[in-house]
């Protein structure tokens, strides 16, 4: 069983900063691949990125070269750093732990959920 708790959601300016941050319960954090999701309202929950337990990275289109996915495992704690933020980046960003084999940019392929961050950017 995974906990997951984020934070560092808030109401930031374009082009602006935020970095968020994702607390996880449990001795087995780093056997878990750990993805960052985002919901805005009235569309489906897409991913954002991802760190697998190897190290290897991956981000959406619509977010690569502005956000950087990072964890340590010593902390139990992934990181979403997101600069250069646009309004089309306000959504709830939610954090993800995935103990499939596999990585996965499926939300389904992810077991444990924390309960979300809001994240608003304004023009």
């Known amino acids: 069983q995974v906990q997951l708790v984020e934070s560092g959601g808030g109401l930031v300016q374009a082009g602006g900063s935020l970095r968020l941050s994702c607390a996880a319960s449990g001795r087995t954090f780093s056997s878990y691949h750990m993805g960052w999701f985002r919901q805005a309202p009235g569309k489906e929950r897409e991913f954002v990125a991802a760190i697998t337990w190897s190290g290897n990275i991956y981000y959406a289109d619509s977010v690569k070269g502005r956000f950087t996915i990072s964890r340590d495992n010593a902390k139990n704690t992934v990181y979403l750093q997101m600069n250069s933020l646009k309004p089309e980046d306000t959504a709830i960003y939610y954090c993800?732990?995935?103990?499939?084999?596999?990585?996965?940019?499926?939300?389904?392929?992810?077991?444990?959920w924390g309960q979300g961050t809001q994240v608003t950017v304004s023009s």
């Open positions: 993800a732990a995935s103990g499939r084999i596999y990585y996965s940019d499926n939300k389904d392929a992810y077991d444990y």
